[in-house]
């Protein structure tokens, strides 16, 4: 038998779950910027939009200030005031947050217990003719099947406004996401695929959408001074848009190791009873913004206790997410009924760490540390 204590040892140094990085170049490009004194958006924020077109094969890009206002101007152009929309009832709280913001009323979808991703069915069933739009939400990088949404979306003339903030890189049956839809939503919080410090972006393959949303982030500027709607201050910057477009750059070797280390994951933990990795989706091949996993509910271990112990093992180890949205103080009025399933993750998932500067030695040594902290509790 073993004697535990002595194996929970912390590792050396802390394992972060994520870490930003960026060229060396980088430094002397903003500082180009700050000695040219114009910050404000311009010629580096229009290369950085046209570089995210053209790499998530939308028609039109928008760099706004964060991943929550992307998603506020894409539903903004696609609900009208006081329709209801569809939003799985497991998410960051963004995504049901914008839907209120831009005047509709957020309806939350149940979730797929392997998947963790909105469920058609559970759409299909609460979807009427009061229903305007529905926001699939990419969640960790697993892609929401379209065939099933198209569906859905056709047959109640629903928008679709992808919450992609977590699915930068992901693709779907070999495709972009951008490729598909009417209006997806990125973010380039630190803890996202790219990262500008906060930022954010709108793809659209319609002209007419992509002009309001041009017009509302500029306070429906359409000359100096005229404003012919009232919009939004939702711009993106200079200096973002140097680092985002430097983040472009690598986003292949980011996509690259992020796979290689899930791929270990994937095949590590499949001989950890008791802890089941999310299943990605058919069709999906995804970026791993986050690698987040669940504890089998039938075999009573307490999710809680392992992240603790995860963490004095010094391994940065986080709940995305503690709450479903139907448990979010915030939104109570607008929930009509539980998501048992979006409650239950809430209780029982947890995230390792997964970055592009992961090491196999960090990886090797987070695996030890799950197995060693699970077992300790089976
Ligand atoms: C699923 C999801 N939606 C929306 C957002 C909002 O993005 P931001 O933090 O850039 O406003 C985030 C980011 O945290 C997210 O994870």
Redesign the pocket.
């Known amino acids: 038998m073993l004697h535990i204590d002595s194996v929970l040892k912390p590792v050396e140094a802390r394992i972060r779950q994520c870490r930003p990085s960026f060229s060396r170049h980088v430094v002397d490009e903003i500082e180009y910027v700050l000695r040219r004194g114009m910050l404000r958006e311009g010629t580096c924020t229009l290369r950085f939009e046209d570089c995210f077109r053209k790499r998530t094969g939308a028609q039109y890009a928008y760099s706004v200030s ?6 506020h101007l894409g539903l903004l152009c696609c609900i009208e005031p006081g329709c209801r929309v569809l939003v799985p009832g497991f ?2 709280i ?2 049901a947050s ?1 839907v209120v913001h831009a005047g509709g009323v957020p309806v939350f979808v149940d979730v797929d217990p392997e998947t963790f991703l909105l469920d058609i069915d559970d759409a299909w069933e609460k979807t009427d003719e009061s229903t305007g739009a529905i926001v699939p ?1 990419h ?1 960790f990088g697993n892609v929401v099947p379209y065939d099933g949404l198209l569906e859905l979306a056709e047959e109640y003339d629903l928008r679709i406004v992808h ?1 992609a ?2 699915a930068l890189g992901s693709t779907y049956m070999g495709a972009e996401l951008g490729e598909f839809s009417d209006v997806s ?1 990125y ?3 630190p ?2 695929i790219i990262t500008t410090g ?3 972006m709108v793809t659209t393959y319609s002209e007419e959408l992509g002009h309001r949303v041009e017009l509302l982030k500029n306070h429906g500027e359409t000359e100096k001074y005229l404003h012919t709607l009232l919009g939004y201050n939702f711009r993106g910057n200079e200096v973002a848009s140097v680092l985002g477009l430097d983040q472009m750059t690598r986003l292949d070797y980011f996509l690259e190791k992020r796979r290689s280390i899930a791929r270990y994951y994937d095949l590590a933990i499949g001989n950890i009873e008791g802890v089941v990795p999310q299943r990605v989706t058919e069709g999906t091949e995804s970026c791993y913004n986050y690698y987040t996993v669940r504890v089998d509910p039938a075999m009573e271990l307490d999710r809680d206790m392992i992240v603790m112990d995860m963490r004095n093992m010094n391994i940065e180890t986080l709940v995305h997410y503690p709450f479903a949205l139907t448990e979010q103080p915030a939104l109570r009025k607008y929930v009509t009924e539980p998501c048992q399933v979006a409650e239950e993750l809430a209780k029982n998932v947890f995230s390792i760490p997964i970055h592009p500067y992961l090491t196999k030695r960090e990886a090797e040594q987070v695996i030890l540390a799950l197995r060693t902290v699970v077992y300790r509790y089976l």
Request: glycine content about 12%; overall charge negative.
């Open positions: 964060n991943g929550t206002a992307a998603l998410s960051f963004a995504s914008a939400v969640l919450d903030a977590q939503c973010s380039f919080y803890s996202k906060e930022g954010g």
